[in-house]
């Protein structure tokens, strides 16, 4: 079989912790599986070694290890639109059990085995990382690579599907103790831990039991009416027979979902697990998923009760006031973004009288997001002569800022919502690079942009380009460009907001 290795040094580490592994430590390391969803096409790949999944990239990220805060830097660094937890394990290295440690995680009816091996010798946190999927008659490599792993940020590892679908494991050394250095004794590849009362972990050789009878958890009405949807990871634990005789929950998006998915893991039954000739318990973690059909997310016939609802030929209403919400400290603390989609119901008079939440990147932003639309104003709906109530969708969307981005927007008026940007009095046109005409480059350049109190672009900033060829003739254009003086509450104030220059061949 054929292996392709891809030797890979983080080093666009800008602060971590050193630590060194000696030959008699504990290593313990936390390791997550995620889907996303992107918000535009796919990256092509770097290269195809496998019959599902394929690697894309990596990267390095700063993270505080929970689980909000990893999915926020995950959608950032990958640009995506949601990122979703699959499954979570926390493997434990010492040098008296094995040289290696596995983790095995199954995806749509394919298996796959994450492995994890200090280098040896044992340099300064240098690991070794492999994935594997099971084909029919060997494994195929995915990934075999020799890392960087610090102790305070997070290595990713991308993947995608055939349809460009993108998977993500991440791995982050959670601790590190003991400084004996001893060489490790020889040990048998296979071991068993029946520390759990009685019944074996599946890590390392030992895999866990093919499932032969799933019961479908009860999706509560209670958890339907509040559209909770997301997944629950549960530690399973089977007898001699297969059956499960224990559940716990690792990790939950609500405590609504909790409960049901026990139940039913609870049920399910498994084939038997035999180990050298003899039957065993075993514990593994299994995910349940809580996922509504289109006509469940349908909003309930109270809340459009006298109202019409918004679609064909009838159109949402004009916004006339707009008030931004109050990011919540919390979801800021932990690094929370994203957005809150909304159905708000206006009466006669385009007053918002009822807003409920359809769908949230996180329930911290939902309180905020909700008490920021109650208090928007729109232009009166009227249908044959007399004012209607109507309900419609709103988003609201939380950016978190970094340091950068606050300091370009410091002291000047963001022109968002009803704030209209000021007039151009003065435009220069771009000059196209010869270099990017000669490679058939095109497209669009957007652009923040911050004028002073006369109107003078002062600095320029890019946040979406087709390609690096075009940015610096577009920069040098909108720096020369003049607007009309920005009059805020009397004063003549900087702004920020958004321009676009677009690069055409002819």
């Excluded at 983080?10 to 936390?30: H, N, R, V």
């Excluded at 206006?346 to 905020?368: F, H, I, M, P």
Aim: aromatic letters at 8%.
């Amino acid at each position: 079989m054929n292996k392709k290795k891809l030797v890979i040094i983080l080093g666009l580490i800008l602060s971590f912790s050193s630590f060194s592994l000696q030959a008699a430590d504990t290593l313990d390391i936390k390791l997550r599986f995620f889907e996303g969803t992107r918000e535009g096409q796919p990256q092509p790949p770097q290269f195809v070694i496998s019959s599902y999944l394929q690697p894309t990239v990596t990267a390095s990220i700063q993270s505080k290890y929970e689980l909000p805060e990893e999915i926020s830097r995950i959608k950032k660094v990958f640009n995506l639109r949601e990122v979703g937890l699959i499954t979570e394990a926390g493997l434990s290295w010492t040098p008296e059990k094995s040289k290696k440690i596995f983790q095995i995680f199954r995806l749509n009816g394919k298996e796959y085995m994450a492995q994890i091996q200090p280098v040896i010798p044992l340099w300064k946190h240098q690991f070794r990382i492999e994935v594997y999927e099971q084909g029919k008659k060997e494994k195929i490599c995915l990934l075999d690579t020799e890392i960087i792993l610090p102790q305070k940020n997070i290595a990713v590892f991308g993947f995608e599907n055939k349809q460009g679908k993108p998977y993500f494991l991440s791995f982050h050394v959670e601790s590190i103790a003991g400084q004996i250095a001893a060489p490790p004794p020889p040990h048998p590849k296979e071991e068993i831990d029946e520390s759990e009362e009685g019944a074996v972990r599946a890590i390392g050789n030992i895999k866990p039991p093919k499932l032969i009878k799933k019961v479908d958890p009860d999706y509560s009405e209670e958890a339907k009416k509040a559209h909770v949807e997301g997944y629950v990871i549960i530690e399973a634990k089977t007898d001699k027979e297969g059956n499960v005789v224990g559940a716990k929950v690792l990790r939950r998006k609500s405590p609504i979902l909790a409960q049901a998915a026990v139940d039913a893991v609870k049920q399910w039954k498994y084939e038997p697990m035999y180990i050298k000739g003899e039957p065993h318990g075993v514990l593994f973690t299994v995910t349940v998923r809580f996922k509504l059909k289109d006509k469940e997310l349908k909003t309930p016939d109270e809340f459009v009760k006298n109202a019409l609802r918004v679609k064909g030929e009838i159109r949402p209403p004009k916004l006339i006031k707009r008030v931004e919400p109050v990011y919540p400290e919390e979801a800021r603390k932990e690094g929370i973004g994203g957005i809150v989609i909304l159905e708000a119901r206006t009466d006669e008079q385009g007053g918002v009288e009822a807003v409920r939440v359809v769908k949230s990147e996180s329930s911290l932003l939902n309180q905020a997001a909700v008490e920021a639309v109650k208090q928007w104003k729109y232009e009166p709906f009227i249908k044959e002569g007399k004012p209607r109530r109507l309900v419609f969708s709103v988003t609201v969307k939380f950016m978190l800022k970094d340091k950068e981005e606050e300091d370009f927007e410091k002291g000047a008026v963001k022109i968002e919502g009803e704030l209209e940007p000021p007039k151009l009095l003065k435009k220069v046109e771009p000059v196209y690079p010869e270099e990017a005409r000669k490679a058939g480059v095109s497209g669009i350049v957007i652009l923040n942009v911050k004028t002073d109190e006369l109107g003078r672009v002062i600095k320029v900033k890019i946040l979406k380009s087709p390609d690096p060829l075009l940015d610096k003739a577009a920069v040098n254009a909108v720096m020369q460009w003049i607007y009309e003086p920005f009059i805020h509450k009397g004063k003549p104030r900087p702004t920020v907001f958004t321009v676009t220059v677009k690069f055409k061949l002819r």
